[in-house]
């Protein structure tokens, strides 16, 4: 159960986050990230849940507007303007992820004639397959607390535009895959290799947008995933999950949260499926603890990175509770193997204590990245709509 003192410490955190970000209207102009967003959307969402406070409701979806009319058009330094769609301002604003959305970098994208620099690259802007879900996941929630099904349609929307620009491959040539950048205006690759987890999160982003999509039957403009679904299913076969990154990790105990919750809601994915995650995720974890990373100090570790494996293990208990209540449907094999999980669920404190204490909030690797870190950290402090289905 989560205390008064930690919605006070999100509190906290959250509007510092939109006065220093101009969301609230006391900085110009706006600066937006859409990792960073789809985290914050969430964590106002769920401080709405708690506080019954209209201001944190107001705030997520003002976020929602001023991200797509910032990220969803073409940058200040381009030569080109509007949406990145091509559409006209009014049926761009009904339709605003249709182009996608940027990813905010603060470096302009590379020219589709300009030489590859590996380093540069991370500084540039474009579109990631990774961000654009977690957008998707953000609008969904949106639908979900608000009833309002535009959100859905938005996000089912850019799932059409997203898989059509980073889906490369076909019946006569190799298997299909992601790739992990496209420009701008999703014309050309920025950068052409696949990201280990993009199929499996697309594969249950949009399994959660069917989902979303069947509360809303009135609304006969939200577009069908059936092929979208189908073709990353595809991508998953043969795939192993097993990752060395916290952020990977945490972003795996995403997915099994999600899967674990479409199976008990709508038995829309097969519960083996499940079983796999649950098996990867455990030998993550298993090699992350001997490695010790969380004995460096501050300065020679990444805060988002950490917390962002704090968010996934937040969501065991969870996918514990769900899969105790549906026995039948999972069995007792996912049920032993979440046991297993359950015992890195206090690496979470840890890694949230440690990034609470001001000290190391003081380091540059800290100060680098503040926006981030500390949307990350109210996250893994008040997970509630970030792990919600």
């Not at 474009?126 to 309002?148: D, I």
């Not at 969380?294 to 065991?316: C, D, K, T, V």
């Not at 032993?336 to 979470?348: F, I, T």
Request: net charge negative; glycine share 8%.
């Amino acid at each position: 159960m989560v205390d008064e003192e930690i919605i006070a410490e999100v509190r906290c955190i959250m509007i510092d986050f939109a006065d220093r970000t101009g969301l609230s209207g006391k900085e110009s102009p706006p600066r937006r990230y859409l990792w960073t967003d789809a985290h914050a959307v969430c964590n106002f969402l769920s401080l709405y849940r708690r506080t019954q406070e209209t201001e944190y409701q107001g705030l997520a979806l003002g976020l929602i507007d001023q991200v797509h009319t910032i990220l969803g058009k073409h940058r200040e330094d381009d030569e080109r303007s509007g949406w990145i769609s091509g559409l006209e301002e009014t049926e761009g604003e009904a339709h605003p992820t249709a182009g996608g959305l940027r990813i905010g970098k603060k470096l302009n994208e590379r020219g589709p004639d300009d030489a590859f620099d590996e380093r540069l690259e991370w500084d540039r802007d474009g579109q990631y397959f990774h961000y654009l879900t977690k957008w998707m996941h953000a609008l969904c929630r949106a639908s979900a607390v608000t009833g309002e099904s535009r959100y859905c349609r938005w996000a089912v929307e850019l799932a059409k535009v997203a898989h059509a620009a980073f889906r490369i491959g076909g019946p006569m040539g190799s298997q299909k895959r992601l790739l992990w950048k496209m420009s701008i205006d999703l014309s050309y690759p920025l950068v052409p290799s696949s990201g280990l987890h993009d199929p499996l999160d697309g594969y249950i982003t949009y399994n959660e947008l069917a989902h979303s999509a069947e509360m809303f039957p009135g609304d006969t403009g939200l577009p069908d995933l059936t092929t979208e679904i189908a073709e990353t299913a595809a991508m998953l076969e043969g795939r192993r999950w097993h990752t060395d990154d916290p952020l990977g990790m945490g972003g795996l105990l995403f997915d099994v949260c999600r899967t674990i919750q479409l199976i008990a809601a709508a038995a829309r994915l097969n519960p083996t499926i499940a079983d796999a995650l649950v098996r990867a995720s455990v030998e993550s974890l298993d090699s992350f603890a001997e490695q010790i990373p969380l004995h460096h100090p501050a300065e020679y570790r990444l805060a988002f990175r950490e917390l962002g494996l704090s968010i996934g293990l937040r969501a065991i208990a969870r996918m514990q509770d769900i899969a105790g209540g549906n026995r039948e449907l999972f069995g007792t094999r996912l049920q032993q193997a979440l046991e297993s999980l359950a015992r890195y669920v206090p690496l979470s404190a840890v890694i949230e204590n440690f990034w609470r204490s001001p000290a190391n909030q003081q380091v540059r690797a800290w100060l680098d990245h503040r926006d981030i870190n500390q949307v990350m950290l109210a996250t893994s402090l008040l997970s509630d709509e970030f792990l919600a289905l």
